[in-house]
C-alpha cells in the first residue's frame, strides 16, 4: 500500500476503509493541494508558452520533506470548482471524524486550485482550519462569486508582477464567516502569474509555517 504521506485525492476516501486507516494520525499535519488551471488541462510535460512548465512534483516533494503528509491529484480538464470543492471538503470532513484536529490540517491553492480552495473554506464552515490562497484572487470575484465566504485560518499570498491577481483584503472584509488568523503576503519575483508554477521558497517557506500553525510568520 502506497506510503500515505503522498496519497491522490480521489482514493483518499477509500483509504478510511482500508488497512492503511491506522496510519491516519492525530499528530501528523496533513496538506491539501490543489494545483492550477494549466496543469488540469495540459499533461506534466507540457510548457506554458510564457510560464514554463508546472513544478508541481518539486512542490508536493518540498511539502512531504518537511514531514506534512501530502494529499493531492492530477484533476480531469475542465474540472467544476465548486462541485471538486465539494469532494475536498467531504475529504477533510473524513480526517476530522478520524481524530484529526482541524488546525493540523491545510488546503493550499494556486490559481484555480486558491479558487477550489476558497469553496472549501466556505463549505466546511470551520474557523480552525488552514488555508492559504496563491495567486486567486481579483477585484471583480466579489460580483463574480459572492457565495464565496472566507472562513478558517486565511493566509493569501499574490505576485507583485501578476495582472491576474491582487489582494484579497477585499473578500476578508465582505467573508461573514469566522476568521481565526489572517495574513497576506506580496511577492516580487517578476514572474508574473508564472510565480505560481515554480516551487519557489518565496510562497513555499510561508506555506510550510502556515500549516504548521505559525500564523506570525516568523
Not at 17 to 41: G, M, P, T, W
Not at 189 to 217: D, M, Q, V
Request: glycine share 6%.
Amino acid at each position: 500500500m502506497q506510503n500515505l504521506r503522498f496519497f491522490p485525492l480521489l482514493a483518499f476516501i477509500v483509504l478510511f476503509a482500508s488497512s492503511c486507516k491506522a496510519q491516519v494520525s492525530a499528530e501528523k499535519d496533513y496538506i491539501f493541494f490543489l494545483h492550477n488551471r494549466f496543469a488540469e488541462n495540459n499533461d506534466w510535460d507540457v510548457s506554458h508558452p510564457e510560464f514554463g512548465k508546472v513544478e508541481y512534483h518539486a512542490i508536493l516533494d518540498s511539502f512531504s520533506s518537511a514531514g506534512f503528509v501530502v494529499l493531492s491529484e492530477k484533476r480531469p480538464p475542465d474540472t467544476d470548482a465548486s462541485a471538486y470543492a465539494r469532494k475536498v471538503t467531504a475529504q477533510v470532513d473524513s480526517l476530522l471524524k478520524t481524530g484529526v484536529k482541524a488546525n493540523h490540517i491545510t488546503v493550499i491553492g494556486t490559481s484555480k486550485g486558491g479558487y477550489i480552495a476558497q469553496y472549501v473554506s466556505t463549505y466546511l464552515a470551520n474557523p480552525e482550519v488552514n488555508y492559504v490562497f496563491i495567486g486567486s484572487f481579483n477585484p471583480g470575484d466579489i460580483q463574480e462569486f459572492p457565495e464565496i465566504q472566507f472562513c478558517g485560518n486565511i493566509l493569501t499570498i499574490y505576485e507583485k508582477s501578476d495582472a491576474y491577481a491582487t489582494s484579497a483584503l477585499k473578500r476578508r472584509e465582505t467573508s461573514t464567516l469566522e476568521i481565526r488568523h489572517f495574513a497576506e503576503i506580496e511577492t516580487n519575483t517578476g514572474l508574473r502569474h508564472g510565480f505560481l508554477f515554480k516551487a519557489l521558497p518565496e510562497w513555499i517557506e510561508p506555506c510550510k509555517k502556515w500549516a504548521g500553525r505559525n500564523y506570525s510568520l516568523e
